[in-house]
């Protein structure tokens, strides 16, 4: 049976990016014919895919990537699981990157939510990345994730993912693989949310000395939450706290101290151990080395 696969995620500082880039060329180098999207700015674009998922004749794989923000996936990518539409011969692959603190309940909530609209999955994976709120730590929790080996475990999952709807008859992941967690690390882990980092993050302010109004901020912002009014003005109620706006700004107009945060993140690092930190998920008839560091 012919496969067309699609690839949509959201990236605020790249890591997720650049999976879903080499899941792209595996998928390309496979000969697999691939849609890209990215979530947040192009809603055209999204909705143009949900139309070719919903009326191609072959069968279909969605690969869906969020990065984990207070141990979930991103609203906006859950949002994008919920419009998937419903149709046979359908079958997803979540990924999420997570900044070594936890990686939370994000794969499990999104396997759940894609078993939820009808979709099979034929893998999953988490990979460890550089924590993209400690870009000026001394040492970064995750720093060089993603590195060569989580690439190669990558491509490895896309083309035993690939290999395995080419056959007739494939084998489907367990959801209940995705929940991973130890039970007591979940009851912690699950509670927590995005409005519980938005009072633990410091407010970011412009200082309207310093900006220029180049409009970096605004164009880098992941959800559209910045306007240039004349200064940058944030929409509390679509930002995600990506501080992509911070780390950017070419003038350092925001005056904002995240060192607090960076004990908090390492604590959390070192109560929810996790190893491997990276890890593709792949049906029993598949599994070829499942664990990575
Ligand atoms: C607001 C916020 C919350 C985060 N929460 C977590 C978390 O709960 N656990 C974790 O390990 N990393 C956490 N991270 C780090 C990101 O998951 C990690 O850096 C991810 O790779 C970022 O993906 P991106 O580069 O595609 O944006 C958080 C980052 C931000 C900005
Ligand atoms: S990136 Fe910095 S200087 Fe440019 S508009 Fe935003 S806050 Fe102002
Ligand atoms: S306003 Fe800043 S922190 Fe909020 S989502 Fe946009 S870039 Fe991220």
Same mark, same amino acid.
């Given at each position: ?7 949509? /995620?959201?990236? $605020?500082?790249?890591?997720? &990016? ?6 792209? %060329? ?15 700015? @192009?809603?055209?674009? +999204? ?12 069968? #279909?794989? #969605?690969? +869906?990537?969020?990065?984990? /923000? ?48 009808? /979709? ?9 990345? +550089? ?11 995750? *720093? ?5 080996? @989580? =690439?190669?475990?990558?491509? %490895? ?11 007739? @008859? ?9 929940? /991973? ?10 509670? %927590? ?9 410091? $407010?970011?302010?412009? @200082? ?9 901020? #605004? ?5 559209? *939450? ?12 679509? !930002?995600?706290? !990506? ?5 950017? !700004?070419?003038?350092? *107009? ?11 993140? &390492?604590?959390? *690092? ?8 990276? +890890?593709?998920?792949?049906? $029993?008839?598949?599994?070829? =080395?499942?664990?990575?560091?």
């Amino acid at each position: 049976m012919e496969l067309k696969s699609f690839v949509f /995620y959201c990236s $605020p500082a790249g890591t997720t &990016r650049h999976l879903g880039e080499v899941i792209g %060329q595996t998928l390309a180098a496979l000969s697999c014919p691939v849609e890209s999207c990215v979530l947040g700015r @192009d809603e055209e674009r +999204v909705k143009r895919l949900l139309r070719e998922i919903a009326e191609s004749r072959e069968r #279909v794989c #969605v690969f +869906v990537g969020s990065p984990v /923000y207070s141990s979930h996936a991103l609203p906006l990518v859950m949002d994008l699981i919920d419009r998937l539409p419903r149709r046979p011969e359908a079958w997803a692959v979540p990924f999420v990157t997570w900044g070594a603190a936890s990686s939370g309940v994000a794969l499990a909530e999104m396997g759940s939510a894609l078993a939820g609209r009808g /979709y099979l999955l034929p893998g999953a994976a988490k990979v460890v990345a +550089v924590h993209s709120l400690m870009w000026e730590a001394a040492s970064p929790a995750g *720093a060089g994730h993603p590195d060569a080996a @989580d =690439d190669k475990i990558v491509a %490895q999952l896309v083309r035993e993912v690939v290999s395995s709807l080419r056959t007739p @008859d494939p084998e489907p992941l367990a959801v209940e693989v995705l929940s /991973y967690q130890p039970p007591a690390a979940a009851a912690v882990l699950a509670p %927590q949310n995005l409005e519980m980092a938005k009072q633990l993050l410091p $407010p970011r302010e412009v @200082d309207e000395k310093l900006c220029t109004q180049c409009g970096v901020c #605004v164009d880098n912002c992941p959800v559209a *939450a910045l306007d240039l009014d004349p200064f940058p003005v944030c929409d509390d109620s679509s !930002c995600i706290v !990506c501080f992509n706006c911070v780390r950017l !700004c070419p003038e350092r *107009a925001f005056s904002v101290d995240l060192n607090p945060i960076f004990e908090h993140i &390492r604590k959390r *690092a070192r109560t929810f151990m996790e190893s491997p930190a990276s +890890v593709i998920f792949l049906p $029993p008839d598949r599994l070829v =080395d499942p664990g990575n560091g």
